[in-house]
C-alpha cells in the first residue's frame, strides 16, 4: 500500500546514505534548517574526555546530533529549555563571541531526549537537570553564524504566544528562501528553458520540508533547503499521468503529482505559499497534458479525473469496488501524504466471531447506509439524547471517523516512527493499542467515543502492518501479553488470508450493491444539512470543509490553536455529490434485455433471447472496431438535408425523410431509387417501419404524422394530433410516440386494419407528456416502461410510461438538445447538445455523471454505453470513449452536419444521413 511503500523507500533511502536521522524526529510543524559535520565533546575539560563523530542539525525548535557510530542514541535538545547557548569558554558573554577563537558551541539546558539507541526503534529516553553539552564544528568559522542562528531560534521557542512562535519562525524561514534560489546547475540538460520558479514545501506524513520548486519545458523540480532527503527531487512531465488541487491546511495551497494511473501514494505533494503560485504551476502542467495528448482547446486540460466520469466506469464495471474508493479519495483532497485527510475506506463485515466467512450471508455485512456511529441502537440513543439538549452547533459525534491517531493506530508496527513522531516520542498504552481486529470492531460498535472507519491498507496486498516484523517492544496488556502481531478473526488463517478474504468481501455482490449508500454518507449528499441530521451524520462543525475561515481569525494564538486542533482531530472529505449516488450496475441487473431498434422489429420475445445471447459477442467485437469504420458507398437522392432513416429488415431497401418533403424509398441492391412521396409542401423531421415492413410513418412540420402502405404505394392515413411541428417519433409494442414543438410528447394507442393497407388506423390518445417549451427528440429503452425527451432549452426529461409521470428533470445542456438515448441496459441516458457536450445521466437518480466536451455539435449517436459514435456539425463522424473520457477517433464523412444515424441490429451495417443531401453506407473493417 501506500503509505508502507513510501516508509520503505524512505528506509532504503536511510541504508544507502547510513543516516538515522529523519524529520519525524522533529516536532510537528517543525523545519530543518541546516546541518554541520561536528564532534559531540564528552566530559569537556576532564581526564576522560572524548569526542563522539556525527552532524549536528539545526531546526526550528530543536539541536539534534546525529552520531556516525549506531550504537550512540541520537541526541535532540528543545531549543525552549535551553538556558544558555554560546561559544564554550566564555562564561555566557554571548555578545562579543565574535572575537574568540574557540570552534566550540555550548549549550546549557534543562531536558535532552535520547533516540534510536543502537538504532532501535523506540520510545525516546528523557533527562532532566541542568546539563551542558559541547559541540566542536569542523569549520570554526561558521561557529559564530551557528550561535546566532539559535539564538535567534531560541529567542522564537520562547516567546509566551504559540502565535508569535509561529510567525518569527516563518520570518526566519522565509528570509532563508529569499536568500536562496533553485540550482540552476540540477537542470537535467542545458537546452531546458525555464517557466516558473516559486518557494514551496514538499509534504510528506507529519512533515513539510521548504525550498524551491522549478519547472521547465521538460522537468519539474523541487530542492530541498537543507538538501534532505537528497539534493534535489526531479519528475520528468511525460512520466506525469494525474495532477489534483490538494486542500492543505484548510487552504487551497496543495498540489499532488502523480506518475502513474491506478496508485494511491503520489510521486510529489507540494504546498505553496500563494494560492497564485499553486495555480500557475497545475495550469503550466495541465496544459503541457494535454498538448502531448494533441487534444485542441478546450480539451488540454485533462490531467485531473472528474468523480462523475470514475462514477460511469465504476457503474459498467470497468473500475473495481476497491479502485472506485481510491478514486473518491484522491478527488476529495484524501493522500498518503496528508494523515490528517488519509484515504478512508469502510468497515465492510460485521462477523468477526465465526469459523467461516459465509459472503453470500447478508448479516456478514455491516449496514453500509450508516455511519459507524449509529450502528448500535442503545449507543445511538444516548448520543440523540444529547444531541438534542446540546445548543448551537450541535453535532452527534464528539470524534471523527478518519484523524492521523486513527490512522497510525493500524499502521504502527509498520510507521513506528511516525505514531513517535505524532505523540511526542511514546507509544499509546498498550491495552489501547490495535491488538486484534474483533476488538476493534466491537470498541467501535459499542465505544463511548469510537466511531472510527478503517483504511485502504485492509483491502490491500501488503500484510506488514498486521505483523511485528519489526520485532517493536510496544508494551505489555493488563492481562500479562505482550503487544506483539494483530489477532485475525477465526475465519483467517493468516494475515494473507484476512486480506484476500476482505478484498473479496469488498468486491462481493452485496456490497457492490450497497456501496453508494456508503459513499452518500461520506462523500455524498447525506455529509451536510438535513440529509446529514436524517442519517444521524453530524460531526463537530470544524471537520467540514469550510467550517472556520483561517483567514478571518485575527489573533494569531488563536488561528494557530484552531489549525491543530482541526488537523489533529481529523477532517470530513470533500463532498463530491450532492444527490444520491447511483447504484452499481451488478451481474442480476446486467441481465435486462438487449434494446430492440423499434423501427424495425417488435419488442424481444421470449424466442428471440437465444438469438440476442449468439449475436452479443458480434455486437461486441462490431463496437471494438467501431473506430475503423469506412466509408462503403454513397448517393445524393434529396434536394435538402436528410432527417431520418429507417431500413426494411432484410435491409435492402432504405427508407429517408429529408426537409425538402419527400419520403424516398432507395434499394440497397440495385442501389437505385424507387419511391419518392410528397405527402405537404412541409419538411418532414422522422421516419420509421412499422413491424412487417408494410407500413412507413413519417413526422412532418405541418403538425401531422403520415402513414404510407409500402404494398399498395399510397398514403394510408393521417394524424393530426399536435398544433406545432412533429419533431419525432417512435414505435413500440402498438404504440406510436410523437414528440412536437408544441411542448408535448403524446402517447397514441394503434389498431392497425385486419387487412394492412386496405382501412385506416385507429388511434387513441393515451398519454400526454407535457413540457415546457418545444421537444426536439425522444427516445425509448428497450422495455418501453421508459421515455427521454429533450428540449429547446436544453432539458433532458425522464418519464416513466407505466404512471405517465416525469421522473427526472435535468438542465444539462446550453441550448437544444440534439439526440438523447438509452444505454442498452437503460440505466444510463446520453444526450448530446448545440453545445458541444456529451452528457451521461444515471436513470436511476437523475445524476449527471459524465460529461464531454467537443469543439461543435454533436447532431445524433449511436452508443452501446461504453462507446458512442456520433455525427458532427461540421460532417465528421468522432469515436468516443466515454470510460476513458475522450476522442478515439475522428472520421471524415459528410460535407455537411450530420443529421441522422442508424445501425442494424447485430452492429454490422451503419447509414447515415446529411445536410450535404446524401446517404452513406459504412463498413467496419475487421
Not at 494525474?242 to 498540489?255: A, C, F, V
Not at 487534444?295 to 465504476?314: F, G, I, N, R, Y
Not at 453535532?395 to 478518519?402: D, E, K, L, V
Request: hydrophobic share 35%; glycine share 6%.
Amino acid at each position: 500500500m501506500a503509505f508502507i511503500r513510501k516508509k520503505q523507500q524512505e528506509q532504503q533511502l536511510q541504508l544507502y546514505s547510513k543516516e538515522r536521522f529523519s524529520l519525524l524526529l522533529l516536532n510537528l510543524e517543525e523545519y530543518y534548517f541546516e546541518q554541520h559535520t561536528a564532534n559531540h565533546i564528552l566530559h569537556k575539560g576532564h581526564h576522560n574526555e572524548r569526542k563522539v563523530r556525527g552532524s549536528l542539525k539545526i531546526c526550528s525548535k530543536s539541536v539534534i546530533f546525529e552520531p556516525d557510530a549506531i550504537s550512540q542514541p541520537i541526541i535532540k535538545i528543545p531549543l525552549r529549555d535551553c538556558i544558555n547557548i554560546g561559544k564554550h569558554g566564555e562564561n555566557g558573554a554571548n555578545r562579543h563571541f565574535a572575537k574568540a577563537k574557540s570552534g566550540e558551541i555550548s549549550l546549557i539546558f534543562s531536558q535532552v531526549y535520547f533516540i534510536k539507541e543502537h538504532n532501535v526503534v523506540a520510545p525516546y529516553k528523557i533527562e532532566r537537570g541542568k546539563m551542558e553539552y559541547v559541540f566542536e564544528l569542523d569549520v570554526s568559522g561558521k561557529v559564530e553564524d551557528v550561535v546566532e542562528t539559535l539564538l535567534q531560534l531560541h529567542r522564537a521557542s520562547c516567546l509566551d504566544k504559540l502565535g508569535d512562535q509561529t510567525a518569527m519562525i516563518t520570518a526566519i524561514l522565509q528570509s532563508r528562501l529569499a536568500r536562496t534560489s533553485f540550482d540552476k546547475n540540477r537542470f537535467q540538460s542545458v537546452s531546458e528553458k525555464l517557466h516558473m520558479e516559486c518557494k514551496a514545501e514538499m509534504v510528506t506524513p507529519l512533515v513539510t520540508n521548504p525550498g524551491h520548486v522549478c519547472i521547465t519545458d521538460t522537468n519539474l523540480y523541487f530542492q530541498p533547503l537543507n538538501g534532505y532527503p537528497k539534493p534535489v527531487v526531479q519528475i520528468t512531465l511525460q512520466d506525469v499521468r494525474r495532477i489534483y488541487k490538494r486542500r492543505h491546511g484548510l487552504m487551497p495551497l496543495g498540489l499532488e503529482v502523480f506518475c502513474t494511473e491506478d496508485d494511491l501514494c503520489s510521486d510529489i505533494y507540494l504546498k505553496f505559499y500563494e494560492p497564485e503560485d499553486r495555480d500557475d504551476l497545475y495550469f503550466y502542467i495541465a496544459t503541457y497534458l494535454g498538448l502531448t495528448l494533441g487534444l485542441p482547446p478546450p480539451e488540454h486540460h485533462v490531467a485531473e479525473h472528474t468523480a462523475e466520469s470514475d462514477m460511469l466506469q465504476w457503474q459498467r464495471g470497468h473500475l473495481s469496488n476497491y479502485q472506485y474508493l481510491l478514486h473518491l479519495n484522491n478527488l476529495a483532497d484524501r493522500s498518503c501524504n496528508d494523515l490528517s485527510q488519509y484515504p478512508v475506506f469502510p468497515w465492510i463485515i460485521n462477523d468477526y466471531s465465526s469459523t467461516e466467512l459465509d459472503l453470500s450471508d447478508p448479516g456478514t455485512f455491516r449496514d453500509l447506509s450508516k455511519p459507524v456511529g449509529a450502528l448500535n441502537k442503545e449507543r445511538l440513543e444516548r448520543l440523540l439524547t444529547r444531541y438534542q439538549e446540546m445548543p448551537e452547533p450541535k453535532f452527534m459525534y464528539g470524534s471523527h471517523y478518519s484523524s492521523p491517531g486513527y490512522v497510525l493506530f493500524y499502521l504502527v508496527r509498520i510507521a513506528p516512527e511516525y505514531m513517535l513522531c505524532l505523540q511526542n516520542g511514546r507509544f499509546d498504552n498498550a491495552d489501547r493499542m490495535f491488538n486484534s481486529i474483533a476488538e476493534t470492531w466491537k470498541n467501535c460498535l459499542d465505544g463511548a467515543t469510537d466511531f472510527k472507519e478503517l483504511i485502504p491498507e485492509f483491502y490491500g496486498d501488503d500484510v506488514s502492518f498486521l505483523v511485528n516484523s519489526l520485532k517493536l517492544d510496544l508494551g505489555k496488556r493488563q492481562g500479562g501479553q505482550m503487544v506483539d502481531d494483530v489477532e485475525l478473526p477465526p475465519w483467517a488463517s493468516s494475515p494473507e488470508d484476512f486480506l484476500q478474504k476482505s478484498k473479496g468481501a469488498l468486491e462481493s455482490s452485496y456490497v457492490s450493491e450497497h456501496l453508494h449508500e456508503w459513499i452518500d454518507l461520506i462523500f455524498g449528499y447525506k455529509q451536510k444539512g438535513s440529509d446529514a441530521v436524517g442519517a444521524h451524520n453530524v460531526f463537530h462543525p470544524l471537520t467540514y470543509e469550510g467550517g472556520v475561515d483561517l483567514n478571518s481569525i485575527e489573533d494569531p494564538d488563536e488561528k494557530v490553536a484552531m489549525l491543530t486542533q482541526i488537523l489533529e482531530f481529523g477532517q470530513t472529505p470533500k463532498q463530491l455529490f450532492v444527490t444520491p449516488h447511483p447504484q452499481r450496475i451488478t451481474s442480476k441487473l446486467k441481465s435486462l434485455p438487449q434494446t430492440c431498434s423499434y423501427n424495425a422489429s417488435t419488442a424481444c420475445s421470449p424466442g428471440e433471447e437465444s438469438f440476442e445471447d449468439l449475436t452479443e459477442e458480434s455486437k461486441t467485437l462490431a463496437w471494438n472496431n467501431i473506430t475503423k469504420l469506412q466509408l462503403h458507398e454513397q448517393y445524393k437522392i434529396h434536394k435538402e438535408a436528410v432527417t431520418g432513416i429507417a431500413v426494411s429488415r432484410n435491409g435492402s431497401s432504405v427508407f429517408t425523410t429529408s426537409q425538402d418533403s419527400t419520403l424516398k424509398m432507395f434499394s440497397k441492391e440495385s442501389k437505385m431509387l424507387q419511391r419518392s412521396i410528397s405527402f405537404s409542401n412541409m419538411a418532414l423531421s422522422s421516419c420509421l417501419l412499422l413491424p412487417g415492413d408494410a407500413t412507413v410513418i413519417s413526422s412532418s412540420w405541418d403538425n401531422n404524422v403520415y402513414f404510407y402502405s409500402i404494398a399498395f404505394g399510397r398514403r394510408q392515413d393521417t394524424l393530426m394530433g399536435h398544433d406545432d411541428a412533429v419533431s419525432k417519433i417512435c414505435w413500440h409494442d402498438n404504440r406510436l410516440y410523437s414528440a412536437s414543438w408544441d411542448s408535448t410528447v403524446k402517447v397514441w394507442s394503434g389498431v392497425p386494419a385486419e387487412m394492412p393497407g386496405t382501412k385506416r388506423h385507429h388511434f387513441d390518445l393515451l398519454a400526454e407528456l407535457e413540457h415546457d417549451v418545444s421537444v426536439d427528440t425522444i427516445s425509448l429503452n428497450a422495455a418501453s416502461t421508459l421515455l427521454v425527451s429533450g428540449t429547446k432549452e436544453g432539458t433532458v426529461n425522464i418519464w416513466d410510461l407505466t404512471t405517465a409521470t416525469l421522473l427526472h428533470q435535468i438542465p444539462c445542456h446550453v441550448g437544444t438538445v440534439c439526440d438523447a438515448a438509452f444505454s442498452p441496459d437503460s440505466r444510463h441516458v446520453l444526450s448530446t447538445g448545440a453545445d458541444g457536450c456529451l452528457n451521461v445521466i444515471d436513470v436511476q437518480t437523475g445524476m449527471l455523471i459524465s460529461s464531454m466536451t467537443s469543439d461543435e455539435p454533436q447532431r445524433c449517436f449511436i452508443w452501446d454505453g461504453n462507446s458512442v459514435l456520433s455525427g458532427s456539425q461540421s460532417g465528421e463522424l468522432l469515436v468516443w470513449d466515454l470510460l476513458g473520457a475522450k476522442i478515439s477517433e475522428r472520421i471524415q464523412g459528410h460535407t455537411g452536419a450530420v443529421t441522422c444515424i442508424w445501425m442494424n441490429e447485430q452492429c454490422s451495417s451503419i447509414i447515415t444521413g446529411g445536410e450535404d443531401r446524401q446517404i452513406m453506407f459504412w463498413k467496419l473493417q475487421y
